[in-house]
């Protein structure tokens, strides 16, 4: 596992961070400042003014990916994508197909970033990174915060779609509940099954999120998405980690009880989603796969990353069945 920066000095790090349990223990996010559309944080919406570094094969990034293909940002938000791999040097870009390069502050190494934001930062560099061109500094690297802001904040930028609202009022209440109740068990819960170092560890996470999607698997018997019969962030939070589950969490992280194909409402909902207008592009297989297969040699020592399985996102869904759809 990659490194941190300790007092903005890059420090090599190889243990994964853990309880003494042997639970995975998930680093806090540190940037947490707001752009708003009056401009009353600081931060005012503005076209141009802000860019986003992601990786694809990082979940939580992807959802950002996704709000900003979808809300029409593509033009107002710039974007760097990372390489895969995530070594001793952490996130960077190393020439590989898929890149887009830092032509914002040219950096080679994501912590560069970091750096230039607050020279003591100490913590993890992770993605998603919004950062402001105009003041020099990352505004928010959380996930869930920046695809509110990508949702609402933008809506009077030229070209965006405020048409769309994946959290709308009438809704909050109940789109933050879902997103609160599926990140331990199932977002997080991935990552706290195939990190787990210890046998009662392991067992206590996989058991919850075989749990949790046991649930949804019946919600959405019920209706199309989590929240109801329209897409909100709810569905754009969870998607993220049921793309990646058969292709690496059930051989890699060992969440193995069942695959995502073998859950029939989950299954085609999945498909649903990817099948969404410009969600396809944001979905990178190729990076996803080599991504955690290379970059956990504590898991995979070998590196190899395999060729299967073989999964047809685009083949047609079931979800068209629900009233209003």
Known sequence: MPGMLVE???KTEERIPRDSEGRFVRS????????TADGSS???AEAGRYHL????????AHRTAILRKLKGLEDAISMSVVGSYMGDDGWGWYGEPGEVPDDVNGARYLREVY????PSYTGRVTTPVLWDKETGTIV???SREIIRMLDHEFDGVEGVRADLDFCPEDLREEVDRVI????????NGVYRTGFAMKQPAYDEAVTELFEALNHWEEVLGERRYLCGERITEADWCMFPTLLRFDPVYVGHFKC?????VDYPNLWNYTKDLYQQPGVAETANLDHIKKHYYRSHESINPSRIVPKGPIIDFDEPHDRDRFAGS
């Open 256 to 260: 193995n009880l069942r695959r995502i």
């Open 28 to 35: 806090t996010t540190s940037f947490r400042d707001r752009v």
């Open 180 to 187: 609160d109740e599926i990140y331990e068990p199932i977002n």
């Open 8 to 10: 903005g000095e890059w």
């Open 140 to 142: 928010n690297n959380e």
């Open 42 to 44: 600081g931060f005012g």
């Open 53 to 60: 570094y992601v990786a694809w094969a990082c979940p939580w």
């Open 115 to 118: 750096q230039k934001a607050d």
